[in-house]
């Protein structure tokens, strides 16, 4: 009988006991799993959304609140911002771009979004079907949108008012989808987007002006109004100097992404730290165990292991014998432990597309689970090394003597 037969074995005669060692390090490695999953992906994901947006400036409010809706579209936002202000920072010689946003409706949960086609561009997001918008009321759909909905190129629907379900309808004025965005793994896989001139055309409408074609044309500068700018600067000084300016010099805020990103990254690790202590408290548990189901294991075995050295058995057999019985709990609990944390993150992930919030997988492998797993055969190896050591010291005679 080899090592790894006789280990099983033995583990197999203490089933209960085996399966709750390795349940219990399975939670503690399944729960690691899952924050590493879930904060990598959020990380990765708030960076792509980010990058190559400098500023954006939205109505005077939380400027954390004008980024989760302007660059995450996450949360509400924090008004509208006139159109001749927005017109005149996109004029100032700090910046170098500028992208507006009109929201304000949605479509089965999914936000409508008024912009240009440089925010397409901006994404670097390919056109899969069809092309984007020309005119008012027409629409091009993300990917999330277009698979959600079922909708292609040539479907119809109305908007509804508000950003979330349960909005009362724009009835009389439905887009076109004219275009399919392929993936692209940022925010514009669950926008619809449009115009910005079909926003306020839709608005107008609302409010009374029946002839949509040209609402957005007859509105005069002062009736327009955008809901956020995303804002690219002209040179590293413009950093010192625009935000200021905004803040001080007109009804508008203007918010770091940089920084409110950080900000929201301490928030939430203060909550994923607690969390990481806890899974480890539940590894360092699972290894104590498994040390006094060993050492336990060992006391029950005396007997059993001088009958083995008088077989032939070396002491660096019986050792490795009780090595082999800890790497063995330990490499079941950390493999089970790695399924559980990726089935998680994958649950979660369903939630979070349901809701409309993001996504995230449990179907990736990422090279630091490596590491997690190394942590638990060596929490195993460590929890049996005193038994072990106690297996290769074994006194045959004094064993055999007392029966």
């Given amino acids: 009988m080899n090592l790894a037969t006789l280990t099983f074995s033995y583990l197999r005669a203490r089933a209960l006991h085996t399966a709750l060692h390795v349940a219990l390090l399975a939670l503690g ?26 500023l954006v400036v939205g109505a005077k409010g939380s400027p954390m609140q004008i980024i989760l809706s302007a660059i995450y579209h996450l949360d509400v936002p924090t008004g509208n911002i006139a159109y001749t202000q927005a017109q005149a920072i996109a004029a100032h010689r700090a910046v170098k771009k500028t992208i507006p946003l009109a929201l304000g409706d949605s479509y089965q949960g999914f936000r409508i979004v008024g912009t240009v086609h440089d925010y397409v561009a901006h994404y670097a997001a390919k056109v899969g079907a ?7 009321l027409e629409a091009v759909l993300g990917a999330e949108v277009a ?15 508000g950003l979330g379900d349960g909005g009362d309808a724009h009835e009389g004025a439905e887009y076109v989808v004219t275009g399919v965005l392929a993936t692209s793994g940022t925010v514009l896989d669950r926008l619809v987007l449009t115009s910005v001139e079909s926003v306020w055309a839709v608005h107008a409408q609302h409010q009374g002006m029946h002839d949509i074609a040209d609402a957005a044309a007859r509105m005069k500068d002062e009736e327009k109004e955008f809901t956020a700018l995303l804002v690219q600067y002209a040179s590293p000084l413009a950093a010192a100097i625009l935000p200021r300016y905004i803040n001080n010099n007109s009804d508008m805020q ?30 360092f548990s699972a290894g104590l165990s498994v040390f006094i189901a060993l050492y336990g294991a060992l006391n029950e075995r005396r007997y059993d292991l001088a009958i083995m050295r ?29 399924a559980l944390g990726h089935g998680f993150a994958e649950a979660v992930g369903l939630a979070l597309r349901s809701a409309k919030q993001g996504e995230m997988s449990g179907l990736i492998w990422l090279p630091e689970e490596f590491l997690l797993l190394a942590m638990a055969l060596a929490v195993g190896a460590i929890a049996a090394l005193l038994p072990a050591w106690r297996a290769y010291r074994t006194d045959i005679a004094r064993t055999l003597a007392r029966g």
Avoid: C, N
């Fill in 29 to 54: 490695i399944g729960t690691v799993t899952l924050l590493l999953l879930a904060t990598t992906q959020f990380d990765q994901r708030m960076r792509r959304d980010a990058e190559g947006i400098d």
């Fill in 130 to 136: 069809g092309r984007l918008w020309e005119k008012p």
């Fill in 147 to 161: 698979a959600r909905t079922g909708y292609a190129v040539g479907a119809k629907f109305a908007g509804a008012h």
């Fill in 254 to 283: 203007a918010a770091s992404p940089a920084s409110e990103t950080a900000r929201l990254f301490s928030i939430i690790g203060v909550g994923v730290d607690v969390l990481r202590g806890f899974a480890l408290v539940l590894v």
């Fill in 310 to 338: 008088t077989l032939g058995a070396t002491p660096g057999r019986l050792m490795m014998l009780m090595l082999a019985e800890g790497i063995m709990l330990a490499g079941a609990g950390g493999v089970l432990g790695l």
